[in-house]
């Protein structure tokens, strides 16, 4: 079924997307070009009606999955608690839930934008070469008494 205002290519884009959130293997599946399917997949995502219908479908198969990001964390931290002993191989459940928890609603994002204001006060060449004599003072003493706590440790042991 094509959905009202997409073409079918556009459609079926939408339905690989929701495969593995992968957006430039759903652009191959859909009948794109492999040579630009990365830009015509990022682009794809970018108009208003395949986002919009990507974000339903996807809270949509949430509530059917039942899938709340309360439910991935209990089971994450069911994983992280669990007995070594325990015959669930627990690092393969990890990953899936992290991937479950990315694919809906982004509980765990890959990326997260920060908007910042810092404030750098410039600095003179001198001033520079000062604080870094300072440092390099500072190493060389933590390495001497390193190096007298081995010699310290052979002599003991000897």
């Known amino acids: 079924m094509v959905e009202k205002g997409l073409n079918p290519k556009q459609a079926r884009f939408v339905d690989e997307f929701l495969v593995d959130s992968n957006a430039t293997q759903a652009a191959i599946r859909a009948g794109y070009s492999k040579k630009t399917a990365k830009q015509i997949g990022s682009r794809l995502l970018t108009n208003v009606d395949i986002a919009r219908l990507v974000e339903a479908r996807t809270a949509k198969m949430a509530e059917k999955m039942e899938i709340t990001a309360e439910r991935i964390v209990e089971e994450m931290a069911d994983a992280a608690f669990a007995r070594i002993a325990d015959p669930v ?70």
């Open 89 to 158: 191989p627990w690092a393969t459940k990890v990953r899936a839930l992290e991937n479950l928890g990315k694919h809906f609603g982004g509980v765990f994002p890959d990326k997260v934008d920060v908007n910042a204001t810092i404030e750098v006060e410039p600095i003179n060449a001198r001033e520079l070469g000062r604080k870094i004599a300072y440092a390099l003072r500072l190493a060389e003493r933590a390495a001497e008494k390193e190096e007298a706590k081995v010699i310290e440790h052979v002599e003991d042991a000897a």
